[in-house]
C-alpha cells in the first residue's frame, strides 16, 4: 500500500516483485516517484536494494514492512527532507550510506532485531540527536555516525563487539556512552580525541578493569563503573 499515488514505475517494480515472490523493491526513483512525500511500503517486501529512494528530494516520512530484514547501500542517501522513519522491528541488516546525509532526521528507533550497522549508514545527519540502540547490536561499521554534530548521548547493550573507525568522530555534543558489554568491544579510532577527553563512559561494575586495561578504552579518563 502507498499512500500518495505514484505513476509507472514503482507501481509494475512492486507488482513484478509480488509475482516472482522475490521480496525486492528495485530503484523507485523513476517517472513520478521522485514526488512522494509520505510512503508506505507494502507488507511483502524482504530488502530494498541499493539507491531505492536515494536522493528523494520530497520524500519525508516512510514506514518500511513489518517482514523487511535488510536495508541496502544508499537506498534513503541524501533524502534531505525525511524526518520520520517507522522502522521494522525485523530488520537485522542496515547497509553501508542507507541514511547518509538525512538531515532533517533528529530521532530514530533502531529495530530490536538489529545486529549490523554497516559504514557509513548514518554519517552527516547534522540534525540527529536521538538514536536507541536495541541490545541484539553487535557491531558499528566505521563513519556510521560520523558528523552526527547534535548525537548527545549512546546506550549500546551487552552484545556489541565492534565499533568502527571515526564510527562517532566529531560528535561535538556527545557527552555520555552506556556500553553494556562485559567484553570490551573493539574500538582502535572510534572517538576523536575531544570526544575522548570530556565524554563520561558507563561501563558494567564487574568489567571496568576490563575497559581500563584494554588498548581501545584506557585512554577514556571519564569511565565509570554502573550496577
Not at 529512494?53 to 516520512?61: A, W
Not at 547501500?73 to 525485523?90: D, G, H, K, P, Q
Not at 528507533?109 to 554497516?118: A, C, F, N, R, V
Amino acid at each position: 500500500v502507498l499512500s500518495t499515488s505514484y505513476a509507472g514505475d514503482l507501481q509494475s517494480q512492486i507488482k513484478q516483485s509480488s509475482e516472482n515472490s522475490r521480496r525486492i523493491l528495485d530503484s523507485a526513483v523513476d517517472d513520478g516517484f521522485v514526488k512522494g512525500v509520505d510512503v508506505v511500503l507494502p507488507d511483502f517486501l524482504h530488502e530494498i536494494k541499493s539507491g531505492t529512494f536515494q536522493g528523494c528530494k520530497n520524500l519525508k516520512t516512510i514506514t518500511l514492512p513489518e517482514h523487511l530484514h535488510i536495508i541496502g547501500r544508499s537506498v534513503f542517501s541524501e533524502c534531505r527532507n525525511l524526518r520520520e522513519i517507522t522502522m521494522a522491528e525485523s530488520i537485522d541488516t542496515i547497509g553501508c550510506s542507507a541514511f547518509e546525509s538525512c538531515t532533517s532526521l533528529k530521532t530514530i528507533h533502531l529495530p530490536l532485531q538489529l545486529k549490523s550497522i554497516e559504514k557509513k549508514a548514518f554519517w552527516n545527519c547534522i540534525n540527529l540527536h536521538q538514536v536507541s540502540f536495541p541490545n541484539k547490536l553487535e557491531t558499528i561499521g566505521d563513519w556510521a555516525f560520523k558528523d552526527c554534530v547534535n548525537l548527545d548521548s549512546i546506550q549500546l547493550g551487552e552484545h556489541i563487539t565492534t565499533i568502527g573507525d571515526l564510527a562517532f568522530s566529531n560528535c561535538k555534543k556527545l557527552n555520555y556512552v552506556s556500553v553494556k558489554a562485559i567484553t570490551p568491544p573493539l574500538n582502535t579510532n572510534a572517538f576523536d580525541k575531544e570526544t575522548r577527553e570530556t565524554v563520561t563512559i558507563e561501563v558494567p561494575e564487574k568489567a571496568i578493569g576490563n575497559y581500563i586495561l584494554n588498548n581501545g578504552w584506557w585512554n577514556f579518563p571519564n569511565i565509570k563503573a554502573t550496577k
